[in-house]
């Protein structure tokens, strides 16, 4: 007798299935259609603001400064600092790379007002400081290969675009960091449709990333800037947005070969990080809830359905398993073993959802020593 389940189970498992597949196929057509900066991109025409946010990073931005001063054909470009109000040497550490070179300015800010968030203000300040046609936002533990901003810039302009992030290379190392950080350019690259989400002004059809993100000046000012998105968490995804929404056009491009970046380091770092922003991913508690089911259905039953003998479910996992792999070898992630534990990352994933969701309800997010 099979130790198959029928009913309902059965039918989620068709589902789930069926969806993991399609997803899989998207994500692989995505993968070809992924804009590429060039690896050897002319000279930048005119200026270029090269613009850093800095709170507490004094151990990292030492290596995010010498990466943005080797530069390369960038004939006329600044390097602005801001530190926001840090409690540590972050400073310092800025003063001694700007008393050695012209090209860095050292900014200080007291810290938002009332009715901002703390990396939406320092951008906000940061932008009053460019003198650029072109304006390069760069986090502080972003480590940018010596073409990154020229290529960056260069694609920017040759495919007509107003706002590019080009995705950086995620460093995972750590168990936790390997099961969640390659599901930052997975859940693109699975959901969204690339080339109509660059022109698309809907909200639900754009993808961003702040680590290393590209906008022309004249587009920057017309959506009001930081100022227009002032309050969000997820200012990076707002901008964009706003960019969007005045008649722009711009999205997620390939940063593998230009930038590399740790974002968190460790489970603690991990569960802070996701725990401040994720609530706001989706834009509401529903839709949260939606996505979650989706993702439950699509990437935990299959396998659960497998281990009970399912064919399809054994089809399911396999196909996640590909896209997750498809996506690692794409973007310079860990494929195997990795891949393998999909289902695990999701898991996590909605574990740091609904902790996300709860510490939101109970008014208990902070970051950097800010409440949210």
Known sequence: MSAWPVGPWRALSWVGSASAVALTAHSLLNARSLRVPALDPPPVAGRVSVLVPARDEEGRVRACLASLLDQVELP?????????ASGDRTADVV????????????????????????KTHACHVLSRHATGEVLVFVDADVVLAPHAVAAAVDLLRGAGLDVVCPYPRQLALTWSERLVQPLLQWSWLTTLPLRRAEVSPRPSLAAANGQFLVVDAAAYRRAGGHEA???????????????????????????????????????????????????????SRPAAVA?????????????????TGSPVGAVGYLAAVVGRYAVAERTGGRSVPDAFAHPASIAVLLGLLADSWRSRSRGGLRWKGRAL
Not at 76 to 84: I, L, R, S
Not at 268 to 283: D, H, M, P, Q
Not at 295 to 306: D, F, M, S
């Open 76 to 84: 006329d470009y600044e390097v602005v600092v801001v530190d926001d």
């Open 95 to 118: 003063a001694d790379v700007a008393a050695t070179d012209p090209r860095v300015r050292l900014v200080r800010s007291e810290g938002p007002p009332p009715g901002w968030l703390g």
């Open 229 to 283: 998105v002032r309050a969000e968490v997820l200012e990076d995804l707002a901008l964009v947005r706003a960019v969007k929404a005045a008649g722009g056009r711009g999205g997620v491009a390939d940063g593998t070969a230009l930038a590399t970046c740790r974002m968190y380091d460790g489970w603690a770092e991990v569960r802070a990080g996701y725990g401040k922003s994720l609530w706001s991913a989706f834009g």
């Open 291 to 307: 996505v979650g089911i989706g993702l439950a259905v699509t990437y935990l039953v299959p396998p659960a359905a497998a281990v």
